[in-house]
């Protein structure tokens, strides 16, 4: 490997080639490894001695976590490391100069200097990112001077930022040369050290070769190797021209959110107070926002301003619900700096800064989340469950799962990834998986010592069931669309407490739900074979809870249901035949039902036949917007709480309508998309 051929004076270079090409047929059979700067070497440099030209990839996040924590063992500083990799998650500014090996090195290294801390603001980062990159770096190295070109960081800023101002009106991210050219020649004046070095193609090389800021990607073509750079230089230069009603005119704009917002940090103190109160009058949620955002690039601001700000923004942040949450998000990932909490937070506004930095799915959303991962609501964890899908399945799973605690909440895995990372965290006690995974790799995911939930969905693998007396603590189970399941005897003996069924069509009845007599809850939504319920439930279970669907009833009714007298709340769900008169008079003969759910469509067209006077809890899924609640209202006179679900926009009348008809009841109506 022979590192640096750009470091090479153009004088050199012949020579430098004939002795590569020298190593080349001395030592044949050897792979050979050449880098340079782009655009410091023609691509067909080496080309007769076989050499091909191949560009370094970006670098991505998993390489820059990589290279982070060997540079820090290296440099034996480990004690910064978790510290700046939240940092490069947390400020996307600082992860996208990180791309490359020279800008991640440089980073690493300004951190551990001022020992763990890095400038708060980005025009200070930025600044002396520049300041290495452009002077400092060749300096050290005694590079300085190469070619017979040497600019301070100011000249070279001078000319770079005319580049960078073009291309952010352009709306582009590159220019042809010949633009550049021009660009340079009518700067050069102005930049008399430069000028007295080189006329405007002397320059531009030099910028190309030693800035790295400037690069060529393509013949004739120019762009900077950071879009942080291009955004950075650019609003430093639409300031000093006082172009502040182009940077308000253009907030709305995404493409100049972080011109906007380096702009306010270049800016004086007046300049900053017109370009906030710009902002401010676009009267838009997200530019709003921009202005919270551009606060913290700022280094004064007047106090009236500041208050005005925080004010309208005070509305926005922090979410209180969900639908907020998701608005928010919808601002962009620069949010996420701006998102508070934990602490100060209720449980409802921790959820919604959850939700907002899990719909966003940035890499700068992970470092939001962990602040969370201790939290005891159940609305969080379950968000912070919910979310893993949108990460890195190991990385999440030992950021945030590893510390989310776990009472009541069910770890959802999704991906071989997901099933791998939960195999390298403490078992859980409540899975949901779904897929197809041999059920040794499902057991093994669960606490052996605690496994209390396991949902299991379109799984084929999944046969014999006594592979379950593995985990005896088991108390609740679903097994959804795993078409091999055929007997269920091998649960009766477990202790289940909680058995779902729900098989697809067209496959044969499943056997042995009736010896599994442990269950207090049941849900089949599948056919039921046969004239009767109680032939194939579980007579003798003290079940107090059943949810019928799916063609359940289909050949039986709710004949056999008296069986279960101990049952208190029934779901006749979707999918099911009408109600007759017989299974009416079922349901009245059920002594401890008092809370039934029904599917609109089992409700014949005149109402029930008769009163269910121990309902008091009674739920309607209207969903065919045919249906009227006020045909079952004389069935249930006791009823204390009435919830009508309808279908979006298949509720004809108002809510005072509807709860006119219970009025003992208190009602809520519900429709679908609202």
């Excluded at 709306?171 to 660009?183: I, N, P």
């Excluded at 004046?189 to 393509?218: F, N």
Aim: glycine residues 8%; negative net charge.
């Amino acid at each position: 490997m022979v590192d640096g051929l750009d470091e090479v004076p153009s004088a050199d270079r012949p020579r430098v080639r004939d002795w590569l090409l020298g190593l080349v047929r001395a030592f044949p059979g050897n792979r050979w490894l050449l880098t340079a700067r782009p655009t410091a070497v023609r691509s067909d440099w080496l080309a007769g001695g076989g050499f091909a030209e191949l560009s370094l990839a970006p670098m991505g996040r998993q390489t820059v976590g990589a290279f982070v924590r060997r540079w820090h063992a290296a440099a034996g500083a480990t004690e910064h490391e978790e510290q700046l990799l939240d940092a490069l998650r947390a400020k996307p500014d600082l992860s996208l100069l990180a791309t490359n090996p020279l800008m991640c090195g440089m980073i690493c290294a300004l951190h551990r200097a001022r020992r763990g801390y890095l400038p708060p603001r980005r025009k200070a980062l930025y600044d002396a990112a520049l300041q290495m990159i452009l002077t400092d770096r060749d300096r050290q190295r005694g590079m300085g001077g190469l070619d017979g070109i040497e600019l301070d960081t100011e000249d070279q800023t001078e000319l770079l930022q005319r580049l960078a101002y073009a291309l952010v009106l352009a709306g582009r991210t590159e220019m042809d040369e010949a633009t550049a050219l021009t660009l340079l020649e009518r700067a050069l004046p102005s930049v008399p050290d430069a000028a007295r070095q080189g006329d405007a193609p002397t320059i531009l090389r030099h910028l190309l070769l030693r800035s790295g800021v400037l690069r060529s990607p393509a013949p004739q073509v120019v762009d900077f190797a950071h879009r942080t750079f291009l955004d950075h230089l650019g609003a430093r230069y639409a300031v000093e021209e006082g172009h502040l009603d182009v940077l308000i005119g253009h907030a709305g704009d995404t493409q100049w959110e972080d011109v906007v917002r380096m702009a306010v940090a270049h800016a004086r103190t007046r300049e900053r107070t017109t370009l906030l109160r710009g902002l401010l009058a676009v009267d838009s949620p997200r530019v709003t926002l921009l202005a919270l955002a551009s606060l913290q690039d700022a280094s004064a601001v007047e106090q009236e301003v500041l208050e005005e700000v925080r004010e309208r923004a005070a509305a926005l942040i922090p979410p209180r619900t969900p639908q907020e949450a998701e608005e928010l998000a919808q601002a962009g990932p620069f949010v996420l700096e701006l998102l508070p909490g934990p602490q100060g937070l209720t449980d409802d506004e921790a959820h919604a800064v959850v939700t907002t930095a899990s719909r966003l799915g940035h890499e700068g959303s992970l470092p939001v989340l962990k602040r969370f991962r201790a939290h005891t609501s159940l609305d969080v964890r379950r968000q912070l469950v919910g979310t893993w899908r949108r990460f890195d399945a190991q990385e999440y799973a030992d950021e945030v799962l590893a510390h989310v605690g776990r009472e009541g909440l069910d770890l959802t895995v999704r991906s071989e990834e997901q099933v791998r990372a939960t195999r390298t965290m403490p078992p859980w006690p409540r899975v949901d998986l779904d897929g197809e995974y041999p059920l040794d790799t499902v057991v093994d995911c669960l606490d052996p010592q605690g496994a209390r939930n396991l949902t299991l969905r379109s799984n084929p693998y999944v046969t014999d069931l006594r592979e379950l007396h593995a985990r005896p603590t088991l108390e609740f189970l679903s097994l959804m669309y795993c078409s091999e399941v055929r007997d269920l005897a091998p649960l009766a003996e477990m202790r289940l407490r909680h058995l779902s069924v729900i098989k697809l069509p067209g496959l044969p009845s499943l056997t042995g739900l009736s010896r599994v007599t442990s269950l207090s809850s049941l849900s089949v939504i599948q056919p039921v074979p046969g004239d009767s319920l109680a032939a194939f439930l579980p007579v003798g279970a003290p079940l107090d809870q059943l949810i019928l669907g799916d063609g359940a009833t289909d050949t039986t009714g709710l004949a056999g249901l008296t069986e279960f007298p101990r049952l208190t709340k029934l779901n006749l769900s979707v999918g099911l035949r009408p109600l007759g008169p017989s299974d009416w008079d079922g349901l009245a003969a059920l002594p401890a039902l008092t809370d039934l759910s029904l599917s609109g469509a089992l409700l014949p067209p005149q109402g029930p036949p008769i009163e269910l006077p121990g309902v008091r809890v009674l739920s309607l899924h209207l969903t065919g917007g045919t249906e009227d609640p006020s045909r079952f209202a004389p069935a249930v006179p006791n009823a204390d709480t009435v919830r009508l679900f309808f279908a979006e926009d298949a509720a004809p009348a108002a809510d005072e309508v509807y709860a006119g008809l219970f009025p003992r009841a208190e009602v809520t109506v519900h429709r679908s998309g609202r």
